[in-house]
């Protein structure tokens, strides 16, 4: 199966700072989506975004689906962007997404 | 909308009973799947279902049984539990593969 590999696995960003995190993947893709699990547990979906760009607010994604990588940009950190975000891809014809590790943020004031 | 209700939000059973754990969703949507999430593991797919009638395995789909009978609903019954099956469960649903997932709150499962 595809494997997915997120960098880095943490990151410690004083409040108003920006970063990119990084998710890279071992074969073609026809899904390719972002989620945020906040500290209560719930996965919110971020973007569905299997190439090219999108932004919505202070976050953007891009996919480089023929180098097989994707970014993920927050601009202007806030404590609530802090949590567990994960990369989740499936190949062509496939229902599984598989999920990464996960890049565990934390934004401090 | 509701979006996906997982019920119940916190469980602990005893080793060797059963349960259901209960899935909805009110968007009509045909593909939903089980995931569990277990600390270092990320999400890992159980089972699917790719509309009414249909169902699949995932990565680990032992000691887990799943039907779909209605779009609406996705029940996950664990036969008969086991501490390994001590987890998270997250239920999902899409238009389809090519589309973006929601997610239900979580059930934390806890076998004794």
């Known amino acids: 199966g595809i494997q997915v590999e997120q960098s880095p696995p943490d990151l410690i960003l004083q409040e108003g700072a920006n970063s990119t995190l990084r998710c890279n993947f071992s074969?073609?893709?026809?899904?390719l989506q972002w989620f945020h699990q906040n500290p209560w547990g719930q996965l919110i979906n971020l973007f569905y975004?299997?190439?090219g760009t999108k932004q919505n607010g202070r976050l953007s994604a891009t996919t480089v689906a023929t180098e097989r990588y994707s970014l993920l940009y927050i601009s202007s950190s806030q404590t609530t962007d802090s949590g567990v975000y994960f990369c989740?891809?499936?190949?062509?014809?496939?229902?599984?997404?598989?999920f990464g590790k996960g890049t565990k943020l934390s934004v401090i004031p | 909308n509701a979006g996906v209700t997982q019920t119940p939000k916190f469980q602990v059973l005893k080793t060797g009973q059963s349960m259901t754990l209960q899935c909805a969703q009110d968007m009509n949507h045909e593909y939903m799947s089980w995931y569990r999430q277990d600390p270092g593991m990320g999400l890992r797919l159980i089972h699917y279902s790719v509309g009414a009638g249909i169902t699949d395995q995932g990565e680990v789909p032992n000691g887990y049984n799943v039907s779909r009978s209605t779009t609406e609903d996705f029940p996950l019954r664990l036969l008969s539990a086991a501490p390994s099956q001590t987890s998270v469960y997250f239920c999902?649903?899409?238009?389809?593969?090519?589309?973006?997932?929601?997610f239900g709150s979580g059930t934390r499962l806890t076998v004794v």
């Open positions: 989740a891809v499936s190949g062509a014809g496939s229902y599984q997404l598989t």
């Open positions: 999902a649903s899409s238009l389809s593969n090519t589309y973006g997932y929601t």
């Open positions: 975004i299997p190439s």
């Open positions: 074969d073609s893709v026809n899904n």
